[in-house]
């Protein structure tokens, strides 16, 4: 009686690329979620810290910067305060924005208040503080 012998396996010699695909992809994914956007405005500020993050809101944004000495900044242009209101008014009366406030920690917090009720005076109604988020800081 003749048994039939069993085939040997071809070995493949060859890459796979089924799984090299599903690793270039799980790292592409990988480095889009871990990866952040910052907005920098070309002006040395500091900003304040925080322990919580907002969450990311996509709309119209403007920003306005204060830095140390109380000089405001408009699309990276030098204003005056009632320049600056005249400004915001008159984007705000062409479409709805929000206002992102970028001021240095060493600013007066009455001066950063006047900035924002000028902003609330133009029109605008959201307004945005930005701040370093600092984690492992609470407290």
């Known amino acids: 009686m003749r048994f039939s012998q069993p085939k040997k396996e071809e ?3 060859g890459i796979s ?6 690793i270039v992809f799980l790292l592409l ?7 952040h ?9 500091k900003l304040p810290d ?6 990311d809101q996509s709309a119209d944004t403007m920003i306005v910067v204060i830095d140390e000495t109380g000089n405001c900044y408009l699309k990276k242009g030098k204003v005056a305060l009632k320049d600056l209101y005249l400004r915001l008014k008159r984007i705000a009366e062409q ?12 600013v007066k917090h009455g001066y950063v208040v006047r900035v924002m009720d ?3 005076q133009a029109g605008i109604n959201f307004i945005v503080i930005a701040a370093q988020w600092e984690p492992e800081k609470v407290f």
Do not use: V
């Open 29 to 35: 994914i990988f480095f889009m979620l871990t990866s």
């Open 118 to 120: 000028l902003a609330n």
């Open 11 to 13: 070995i493949s010699l």
């Open 95 to 106: 479409r709805n924005i929000n206002l992102i406030l970028q001021a240095d920690r060493n």
């Open 50 to 55: 925080i322990t919580e993050r907002a969450s």
């Open 17 to 22: 690329m089924a799984p090299l695909i599903d």
């Open 37 to 45: 956007f910052e907005i920098i405005t070309g002006i040395d500020i």
